[in-house]
């Protein structure tokens, strides 16, 4: 069925959708190196450092459990490895296809950022939406990859928030000035 999927997609080929897909896949970079950039961007600014934190710690938590851990474990073979036949537009990967990488690493951007700025963050969920597609339109990974990528990355920037909240807290409580009795 996941096959199926893919093929209807490489039906929706034209000059327009391949270079969309070409430069949504290609921002991500091949570590999604794009979201510590803006983390850090976001990070210099008072207003928007605590956003810019939970977005590092975000592209953390995906690098880890996501292309370091889950990826050896699950050790899936992706749809270009399985099916030749299909010319790629992109150079063929050579890890494994399951979660995909790039999906939760945009996911997870998007959901740090939704945290704290629902306008912006409805924008990055957008573009989230268009790497997971571009990731099967390019045949680089399987519908289930790329859902469970996106659901990885949500956890990943919901939980950054929390993360970064509770520290934030701890910090202003022990700078509280101390009662005396």
Not at 36 to 45: D, P, R, T
Not at 89 to 111: D, G, I, N, Q, Y
């Amino acid at each position: 069925m996941e096959f199926d999927i893919l093929y209807a997609l490489q039906n929706l080929h034209s000059d327009f959708l391949d270079k969309l897909m070409l430069m949504v896949t290609s921002v991500i970079g091949e570590y999604g190196l794009v979201f510590i950039v803006f983390g850090a961007i976001l990070c210099i600014f008072k207003k928007t450092r605590k956003c810019g934190i939970a977005v590092i710690i975000s592209y953390l938590l995906v690098l880890i459990i996501g292309n370091f851990i889950m990826k050896n474990l699950i050790a899936r073979e992706r749809p270009c490895a399985l099916d030749t036949s299909i010319m790629l537009l992109v150079e063929k990967p050579t890890s494994f296809s399951c979660p995909s990488v790039h999906t939760a690493f945009a996911f997870s951007f998007a959901m740090a950022v939704f945290m704290y700025y629902k306008k912006w963050g409805i924008v990055a969920l957008v573009f989230a939406l268009l790497v997971a597609f571009s990731r099967m339109y390019l045949f680089v990974h399987f519908p289930s990859d790329v859902l469970i990528g996106a659901v990885l990355g949500v956890i990943c920037g919901f939980f950054a928030f929390f993360i970064v909240r509770f520290v934030f807290e701890k910090i202003s409580k022990s700078k509280e000035p101390k009662s005396v009795k």
